[in-house]
């Protein structure tokens, strides 16, 4: 009799289990779904075309302006320099941590990163604000400094813990025996390093930039509080612009439930989960090539 | 007490990996009350034997397993439960595996899971399984302490403990002084032979003279195949098989 | 032969410059706020209400509310995400279903957190009409973790060594048994490095709570699971955009509670880490 209460039990709680392990699966089809209830409704109002490719962006004047062209070129601008930025200084920080580093200096710079990640983006964003913008104003002689290169700057610091730790976890992976090999035909550390780890590292040095990347094209505080509130088209690295980002989290709040404008931020919303679901995708099997190798 | 009536009957039991037969369609019958010691070079599917005997090759997720085995001419794959056939034939690893845990829970662990909460119950059987595992005069001061700090051969002793807590019918030993000191090797091999008295053994040894001092039938393995089963002493001094004289005098192993 | 040794201390030197310009700044990052910071915390400060539109008293409210938000969130995401992971660890087979809820894993973990600040308004606030409550915040947040604690939980199970699984199994254990009495326990640091981990992220995060539970000011404390809350990151971004006049103590006082706060998160998951990892 208490076996089978045992069993019933068991039964029950195996399940349960078997649910949570779908849960990922059902959240984000959740995710999907109901951000197309919301977005789809904004092609009553402007076609695909117009809204991805519409050079304005006035979502409250009537008849409302629906073109998020703009805030994409914004994104993909501070993204961008982020970018140019961050991948190259990552990826030789992290051969530095993983390959030059005294073993002593090796944990603590590790922290340093990992503290890095912790930073919550709207405290580095507060610090943006209060220090970064003026100083560029000051020193690049702007008019103001909420640019895209501050938010350019802020991307960068962020991307660079994941750009790091997985470039590192890329060379460590390298197995020793390359590594040895070169070094028993007569090769530097150094060259080593720049002919051999590289290579083998790279799929893995590679998906780091994407993930980096997918990260920081999905920030939004940070970047919403430095780049200013032009939600024009970008002309120069050094003037305000808009993200996608920013415009959700900026006028969300004005917009009534219902309106284009509400469901333009939706529609937003979706281009954005679209383009990290692409990148993310890529990474994975990228990081997955390079291990199945 | 000699070997009686069949305990365990195989038909035709084989088992794959992928394109690897590691067992070519095995027909035993396996005496109550005897030890039968299973010898042959390593790969030659004994292992795989074992592990269906209690179903453990389930586990293997890759292993394709085809043929009967019957307990008591129960089918085990169909007229039981995996974890009550396994209450019924336990099993003795090659390497000692304790659990993280003191050495009375480790011994109590299988009577546990089996619903038995009495504490009473559980010190009596915790004290009985260490005494026919001979390692109770050694531990019984400090139950408490953790398994993991024994020595390698009274981890081993501590292991057949925790098979004989729940009272098999049956027990597999699979290679089980591969790592012991010739001690420790001594003592598994005088409690096989105090267990079979009210139990059957099935041990699969790569140690010709631990079959010679303990089995009472001898089957030698080569490559998935029974190549010879018989009386021990006859397979030592005059076996019927080219093979099996090869591998016993030593000429291969 | 000498002008590949100098190309290497080149080399060298020009990765360690590319990492201190990297570690340089996070410890002036920290540094800056604690000393900026420093001076505004105080029992005032931290245990009062708001007053005279956030430019004096206390940031009270804010820490508490951030702390319902991380309890509520918690309590969701960790029996979820613990189970999930003991799906993928103990349960599941190599197929297609495990690949697809692997990669849904992935695709939670890199959706930006405004979007889900969205997707929790659309969901929560709207759909199923809890209002901007704390349970439309702390339940937006809690999907935003779980594949952190889905991770760190499964890494966890993972490193609890096989043999004794099979050990377990071949005493008469059954699946689950084996995973309660025997896999758990031994992965408990892991996993709990894993929550720890996850509260310093909810703490920090604002996109996810603008539309969903985040208010500007409220007179009293939550008291209910349906009320909105204050807490910090949105109170920081506020008080720094929004507001003009807020001394300047105020806001890296903000701002230093909430880096303590989330630093300390992380210090104590790193040492439980090495700790769980040195007894093994």
């Given at each position: 009799m208490r076996t089978s209460f045992r069993r019933a039990k068991e039964f029950a709680i195996e399940k349960l289990i078997l649910l949570s392990g779908l849960a990922s699966v059902v959240f984000v089809a959740l995710i999907f779904v109901f951000l197309l209830r919301e977005g789809i409704s904004v092609l009553k109002h402007v076609s695909p075309g117009a809204f991805l490719?519409?050079?304005?962006?006035?979502?409250?004047s009537s008849p409302a302006k629906l073109g998020i062209l703009p805030l994409i070129l914004g994104s993909l601008l501070v993204t961008a320099g982020a970018v140019v930025i961050a991948v190259p200084l990552g990826i030789a920080a992290a051969f530095y941590i993983a390959e030059v580093a005294p073993k002593k200096t090796r944990a603590v710079l590790k922290s340093c990163v990992e503290v890095l990640a912790a930073i919550p983006s709207v405290v580095l964003g507060f610090l943006g604000i209060t220090l970064l913008v003026p100083f560029l104003k000051q020193f690049l002689g702007l008019?103001?400094?909420?640019?895209a290169f501050a938010g350019s700057l802020m991307l960068a610091f962020m991307a660079l813990p994941t750009i790091i730790s997985i470039s590192e976890d890329a060379i460590n992976a390298v197995p020793r025996e390359y590594k040895e090999g070169a070094i028993a035909l007569g090769a530097t550390h150094w060259q080593t390093l720049v002919r051999v780890v590289i290579h083998g590292a790279l799929p893995g040095i590679i998906a780091a930039s994407m993930l980096g990347i997918g990260r920081v094209f999905g920030e939004t505080m940070a970047v919403m509080m430095v780049t200013g509130n032009a939600a024009v088209i970008p002309e120069t690295l050094f003037a305000p612009v808009r993200t996608l980002t920013a415009t959700i989290a900026a006028e969300m709040g004005e917009a009534a439930q219902g309106t284009p404008h509400y469901h333009a931020l939706f529609a937003i919303g979706i281009v954005l989960f679209l383009i990290s679901f692409a990148i993310n995708l890529t990474a994975d099997l990228l990081l997955n090539r390079g291990r199945k190798r | 007490m000699t070997a009686g009536r069949t305990k365990i009957s195989v038909r035709g039991l084989s088992v794959a990996y992928g394109r690897i037969q590691?067992?070519?369609g095995l027909s035993v019958d396996i005496l109550e009350n005897e030890i039968l010691t299973i010898i042959g070079?390593?790969?030659?599917g004994k292992t795989s034997f074992l592990r269906c005997l209690n179903r453990m090759?389930?586990?293997?997720?890759q292993a394709r397993v085809k043929g009967s085995v019957t307990l008591d001419e129960i089918d085990i794959r169909r007229g039981v439960s995996p974890e009550d056939l396994r209450k019924r034939v336990g099993m003795i690893f090659a390497m000692p595996i304790p659990l993280p845990l003191s050495i009375r829970d480790n011994v109590a662990y299988g009577p546990r899971m089996s619903g038995l909460r009495d504490k009473a119950a559980l010190g009596r059987i915790v004290e009985e399984s260490l005494r026919a595992a001979y390692l109770w005069d050694e531990v019984k001061d400090r139950?408490?302490?953790?398994?993991?700090?024994?020595?390698g051969g009274q981890q081993q002793r501590l292991c057949i403990a925790r098979t004989l807590a729940l009272d098999p019918e049956v027990i597999l030993f699979d290679?089980?002084?591969?790592?012991?000191d010739p001690i420790s090797t001594a003592k598994v091999e005088e409690a096989a032979l105090e267990l079979r008295k009210t139990r059957t053994i099935v041990l699969v040894t790569n140690n010709t003279k631990q079959a010679a001092r303990v089995g009472t039938r001898t089957a030698f393995f080569l490559m998935g195949d029974m190549v010879e089963l018989g009386p021990t002493e006859t397979i030592f001094?005059?076996?019927?098989d080219q093979r099996t004289e090869d591998y016993v005098v030593g000429r291969f192993g | 032969m000498r002008n590949e040794a100098f190309k290497q201390k080149l080399g060298f030197g020009v990765l360690l410059l590319a990492t201190l310009v990297v570690v340089i700044p996070v410890l002036a990052i920290v540094l800056l706020v604690l000393v900026k910071g420093w001076g505004a915390l105080s029992w005032t400060f931290l245990f009062t209400m708001p007053q005279d539109g956030m430019r004096a008293g206390g940031i009270f409210p804010a820490i508490i509310g951030t702390f319902y938000l991380v309890i509520v969130s918690i309590a969701f995401s960790l029996p979820v995400g613990v189970m999930a992971a003991i799906y993928l660890s103990?349960?599941?087979?190599?197929?297609a279903l495990t690949r697809t809820i692997n990669l849904a894993i992935i695709n939670l973990a890199g959706v930006s957190s405004v979007v889900y600040g969205l997707f929790g308004l659309s969901l929560f606030v709207v759909f199923l009409k809890f209002g901007v409550s704390i349970i439309a915040g702390s339940l937006t947040l809690g999907i935003m973790t779980l594949p952190v604690i889905i991770t760190t939980t499964r890494e966890a199970l993972r490193a609890v060594p096989h043999s004794y699984r099979e050990v377990s199994r071949s005493l008469g254990a059954s699946r689950w048994q084996t995973v309660r009495h025997t896999v758990l326990p031994r992965a408990l640091p892991g996993i709990l490095t894993g929550a720890i981990l996850s509260v310093g992220r909810v703490a920090g995060e604002t996109a996810p709570i603008l539309f969903t539970v985040a208010a500007f000011y409220l007179p009293k404390l939550p008291t209910s699971l349906s009320d909105q809350a204050m807490a910090l990151p949105y109170h920081l971004y506020v008080i720094t955009t929004?507001?003009?006049?807020?001394p300047e103590g105020f806001r890296y006082g903000t701002a230093l509670v909430l880096i303590g706060l989330v630093l300390v998160m992380n210090v104590a998951a790193s040492v439980l880490r090495s700790r769980y990892r040195k007894r093994r």
């Open positions: 490719g519409g050079r304005f962006w006035y979502p409250i008019p103001t400094g909420l640019t | 590691a067992l070519k070079p390593s790969n030659s090759i389930d586990l293997d997720l139950l408490g302490h953790p398994a993991l700090k024994l020595s290679e089980p002084t591969s790592g012991l001094t005059a076996p019927r | 103990e349960y599941a087979r190599d197929n929004q507001i003009p006049g807020i």
